[in-house]
């Protein structure tokens, strides 16, 4: 569970790294990319892998889009506006997606569905397996990628500073269109992963609510934080859930959040500096 | 255009600028005390536009004038109205004394979350209130002696002073005396120096810092304020809905006030009544638009022919009576006015004035907004 937190919780991370927007349809970017697995896996009979891909491709496709039809027009707006934009969105993904997919519960079948491995003494099933190895895998590959290829720094410079950026010949809109791709699609990947333990229905994108624990916890705009953010949070609320009274669980993300952001609001491993004027 | 000319302080210290504005708003006033007599169906849902009104002041205040941004404050409603609840049904206070510390309390409650609020600047602080509100909304379903978790508890209508306020019209009289109540009471706040330093404080935290404005002061006076009002509004609407449930306090209500104040304008007190009556009313509007519209496209249709249009009815009947169709349609009015009029209703209002005020020489360059690149304050 933590880890699916940690995987939502880059999805904000990337796109406030590049963008310092932030992203409330995160969550139901997640829940397009469990249904239309779904669609593929189980109306149209395609193979879990190949449907995993087209998913991912889909709603990174939609993601960019959205990035150069609605998003790009409110940059140089205050940030409330793009927040505002967000949240009107995430409520009509939410929509489309029960008018197309009714809001019946569904299961997604998968390759790796009910077994198990034994490990140490542990028995693991394979879908939790699924999880954690896609997450480590994943955010391995965007930190070394915002580190050390050329699109990464480009990025990181856009991010940063978007006329100077602009300057020195980075293509910034076009940057803005890749990240949240990249960004769409890290939410399908996590909304795919989590669809066979979960199970999915329209307020699959409320989960998104817990990853910005995770993504604060960490410290936003930084990537490992966010996966250990997102740990962190699952941790807590499963010993909370074992040891506190009932309903603590629930809130115990949302506690976590409310104190970090009192006591050291840039997290773990962020890096908020005084502004300058 | 019309030129004022002023002959003494008191003329620049009046609540309205001229005498014709103030014979405006008396107009304004008068038609709403007689609406009743034209509109007796939809009373209860002008109740509403006024309960909702008062939320809208209240996010007005915090996200509009103060610039803090908040998620959070269907919590504060459910506050107030639980609170209100308890002391007048539980504890058997009075009308008014119940509503006084459902406000205060929302007020206390609202300072303690505008203290941790005060290090966190921007979306932090939106995040910050939407969690503080999921933590409420857990709270009233937990905390059963006072709230009656789950089960819901009943409200009684109003009783004030020995009057009944049971019937439609007189609520509604209530509601409408609350806001007005309300509305000047935050006019007049908002151009004491409390309100201009809540305004600096929006333009800019470092500029009003340096000019003396004590940050943290008027932070926290802008959260008790704003969930103070909130509060108030609670009472009202716990008599208004008759029953509380944990449900109805959700983020989805949070959602909607903050629609309210964009959709209206931000920075204005008319923009929370008119985000409050377009809020208010939408819900009506949609549910008269769903026997309506098949109708319509059934008759549009039937010109192709009788099963063409019998068909085209079926279809769009079926498609207009999803249940998922409302949130969509918020979300697609606030998404449409953040692209295209961020300023609201009240922001096109001056402009139809601007225009006419200034015939033949308007320019669209008077509202434009200048656009700011980013820059970032991650130092590294």
Known sequence: MGCIYGLVALGFVLIYKATELVNFAQGDLLMLGAFVCYMFVVWYGIGYWVAFALAVGIVALFGAALDGTVLRRVIGQPQFAVVMLTIGLGAMFRSFASITWGSEIYTLPTPFSAKTTRLGGVSVSHEYVAIIVGTVVLCALLYAFFTYSRVGVAMQAASQNQLAAYYMGIPVKRMFSLIWAISAGVAAIAGVLLAPVSLIDINLGFIGLKAFAAAVLGGFGSIPGALVGGVTIGLIELFSGAYLPLGVKDVAAYVVLLLVLALRPQGMFGTVGRKKV | ?380
């Open chain 2, 1 to 380: 255009m019309r030129f004022q000319f002023k002959t003494g302080y008191d003329d620049d210290m009046g609540l309205f600028r001229d005498p014709v504005q103030r014979r405006w708003y008396g107009g304004l006033l008068a038609a709403v005390v007689l609406l009743p007599l034209v509109v007796p169906a939809y009373l209860t849902d002008i109740s509403l536009v006024f309960i909702y009104g008062l939320c809208g002041l209240s996010l007005m205040v915090l996200a509009g004038y103060t610039g803090l941004v908040s998620l959070g404050h269907a919590a504060f409603l459910g506050i107030g109205a639980y609170a209100h609840v308890y002391f007048l049904q539980d504890l058997g206070l009075p009308w008014v004394a119940a509503v006084a510390l459902a406000a205060a309390i929302s007020a206390a409650v609202g300072v303690l979350v505008g203290l941790p609020a005060l290090r966190m600047t921007g979306v932090y602080l939106t995040i910050a209130t939407l969690a503080f509100a999921l933590i409420i909304q857990e709270v009233f379903t937990r905390w059963e002696p006072v709230t009656h978790g789950l089960k819901g508890r009943p409200v009684d209508k109003p009783v004030i002073f020995g009057v009944s306020f049971a019937s439609d019209g007189a609520f509604y009289f209530l509601c409408l005396a609350v806001l007005v109540g309300g509305l000047w009471l935050t006019a007049n706040v908002l151009r004491a120096p409390t309100g201009r330093a809540w305004v600096a404080i929006r333009d800019s935290e470092i500029a009003a810092q340096s000019m003396g404005v004590h940050l943290a002061r008027y932070k926290t006076m802008a959260f008790a304020y704003s969930a103070g009002l909130m509060g108030a509004a609670g009472a009202l609407f716990a008599h208004k809905i008759g029953f509380l449930a944990p449900d109805i306090f959700s983020v989805l209500l949070s959602i909607q006030f903050l629609l309210m104040v964009v959709v209206g304008g931000l920075g204005s007190l008319h923009g929370a009544v008119y985000g409050a009556a377009f809020v208010a009313m939408l819900p009506v509007l949609i549910s008269e638009a769903r026997d309506l519209v098949p109708a319509w496209v059934g008759q549009a249709a039937a010109v192709l022919g009788k099963d063409a249009g019998a068909a085209a009815y079926l279809a769009v009947e079926r498609f207009v009576k999803q249940p998922g169709l409302e949130p969509g349609i918020f979300g697609l009015i606030l998404v449409l006015f953040i692209l295209f009029e961020p300023l609201g209703i009240y922001g096109r209002w001056r402009k139809v004035q601007v225009f006419f005020s200034t015939f033949p020489l308007y320019k669209r360059a008077t509202f434009r907004r200048q656009k700011t690149y980013m820059r970032s304050e991650r130092l590294r």
